[in-house]
């Protein structure tokens, strides 16, 4: 059974950091690459992070470009989510992705319709 599990959420004042973790199982994801998306209340799905499967040169969204890092540990099966500097609108649910369809990919996808494994979303409130 393939799953994907968040970890790391919580509620945070502004200005505050918090890590975010996703724990793969049931198949091999190191060969993949890794997204993070979140989605507020009544909006849709927002790109924030990808990695590929090498962990080189991350692809960011505009919105947490400069404030995340993205990274994984493919031995540990884990990609992990820094953010910090946080703001009110990043107050969302956020949601570890995977791109499990071509391995060693180097082109990283922002579309949430390109990734194929969820996790079932972690909750990150920022508060002023």
């Known amino acids: 059974q393939v799953q994907l599990v968040e970890s790391g959420g919580g509620s945070v004042q502004v200005g505050g950091s918090l890590r975010l973790s996703c724990a793969a199982s049931g198949r091999t994801f190191s060969s993949y690459p890794m997204g993070w998306f979140r989605q507020a209340p009544g909006k849709e799905r927002e790109f924030v992070a990808a990695?590929?499967?090498?962990?080189?040169?991350?692809v960011y969204g505009d919105s947490v470009k400069g404030r995340c890092t993205i990274s994984r540990d493919n031995a540990e099966n884990t990609v992990d989510l820094q953010m910090n500097s946080l703001k009110p609108e990043d107050t969302a649910v956020y949601y570890c992705a995977a791109d499990r369809k071509v391995p060693f990919i180097r082109v990283l996808s922002t579309d949430p319709d390109n990734y194929d494994y969820w996790g079932q979303g972690t909750q990150v409130t920022v508060s002023s």
């Open positions: 990695i590929n499967w090498s962990g080189g040169i991350p």
